[in-house]
């Protein structure tokens, strides 16, 4: 996978390309310590799919903050690569996709609910 990538297009993001950058792994406990992520990157390799996640940094896309020719360049930290097949993939998918759509059902009827699962 390039470490320069066009991103996808998200809502409300100017960013239009991201610089990516590998932090290394650390030990944590997904329990305790839930891995956050603003942003993903997929790409097949043969017949696998990897996916990056991790976070673009704020900074890297405040204009008051970055050099004027890196506007629109976010600072994709991979905080972890995730690879699978083909059909991993669109489970994952169709499993987030049924978390959203639950989420919408829901949304107005059960404000301050506590998490639920699929």
């Given at each position: 996978?390039?470490?320069n990538e066009t991103a996808s297009r998200q809502e409300g993001t100017i960013i239009t390309r991201v610089e990516k950058r590998i932090i290394p792994h650390e030990y944590s406990d997904?329990?305790?310590e839930p891995l956050f992520?603003?942003?993903a990157h997929g790409a097949f390799f043969g017949e696998d799919v990897y996916l990056d996640v991790g976070v673009v940094t704020l900074e890297?896309?405040?204009p008051d903050k970055v050099?004027?020719?890196k506007i629109?360049?976010?600072d994709f930290a991979v905080l972890n690569r995730l690879v699978m097949s083909k059909r991993t993939a669109i489970a994952l998918r169709d499993q987030i996709d049924n978390v959203l759509g639950h989420k919408v059902r829901l949304e107005g009827s059960q404000k301050g609910a506590h998490p639920?699962?699929?």
């Amino acid at each position: 996978m390039s470490d320069n990538e066009t991103a996808s297009r998200q809502e409300g993001t100017i960013i239009t390309r991201v610089e990516k950058r590998i932090i290394p792994h650390e030990y944590s406990d997904p329990v305790v310590e839930p891995l956050f992520i603003n942003f993903a990157h997929g790409a097949f390799f043969g017949e696998d799919v990897y996916l990056d996640v991790g976070v673009v940094t704020l900074e890297s896309v405040d204009p008051d903050k970055v050099d004027k020719d890196k506007i629109g360049v976010g600072d994709f930290a991979v905080l972890n690569r995730l690879v699978m097949s083909k059909r991993t993939a669109i489970a994952l998918r169709d499993q987030i996709d049924n978390v959203l759509g639950h989420k919408v059902r829901l949304e107005g009827s059960q404000k301050g609910a506590h998490p639920q699962t699929t």
